[in-house]
């Protein structure tokens, strides 16, 4: 069957009735599929080469864990806790995150597929040199973010915070952030050909180019000003 999109983003393929599931710990390579995953505390642990498939993570606590290689396809995480961790290197395909909190989190070199971020509180969190195609920010807390680095092609960022964000050495192709708060964002001009503003923000992303743009008056040449 054709999966489901939601404003361009492919939703997850989830079948229509999950059993729970019980799970303390994860183990190197471990594959949970096709289970309802509520209320779990992973809290400060570490793995690698772990999949998820076919879940749905609810009210999960991940903080300060540390997963190396880590796969999550076709998942619903839905009002868990990322704070502190140290993803490295995870993919993640057909994912829908909403409510969730990922406060200084690290996602570096991460590949991003269809990943639908909804409600989220991302403040300092870290996708240095990640990949993203098709993924959509919604209502999402993301100032002082880092995508230095990343390929940012396409996001959209759609009522989104990113204040004092940081987008040098990324690409912003068609990058959309017309709804979205841009102030103090650290970028240049090279990362921002082919990103998408509105015109109400032509004069701010001036700013952030160093560029001072002022009304012209004749008294101004005439005083040598």
Not at 81 to 99: I, N, P, Q, Y
Request: a negative charge; glycine letters at 8%.
């Amino acid at each position: 069957m054709k999966p489901q999109s939601k404003n361009g983003i492919r939703l997850p393929q989830l079948p229509k009735h999950l059993p729970m599931g019980e799970l303390s710990h994860l183990d190197d390579f471990g594959q949970y599929m096709e289970t309802i995953i509520a209320g779990a505390d992973f809290s400060t642990q570490g793995g690698k080469n772990i999949q998820f498939e076919q879940t749905h993570l609810r009210q999960v606590v991940f903080q300060q864990s540390r997963l190396t290689n880590f796969s999550l396809m076709d998942s619903v995480i839905e009002r868990s806790d990322l704070s502190g961790a140290r993803w490295e290197k995870g993919r993640f395909r057909r994912v829908e995150m909403t409510g969730c909190r990922l406060l200084g989190s690290s996602l570096m070199e991460g590949v991003f597929e269809d990943v639908y971020f909804k409600d989220c509180n991302a403040e300092s969190a870290n996708f240095i040199t990640s990949t993203f195609k098709n993924v959509r920010f919604e209502n999402c807390n993301l100032r002082e973010v880092s995508f230095e680095g990343a390929d940012l092609t396409g996001v959209v960022f759609f009522r989104c915070d990113l204040s004092r964000s940081i987008f040098l050495n990324s690409i912003m192709k068609l990058t959309d952030l017309r709804s979205s708060v841009i102030d103090d964002m650290s970028v240049g001009i090279n990362e921002l050909r082919g990103a998408i503003f509105s015109p109400s923000q032509a004069v701010q992303v001036a700013g952030l180019l160093g560029i001072t743009i002022k009304d012209w008056e004749e008294e101004d040449y005439q005083s040598g000003r």
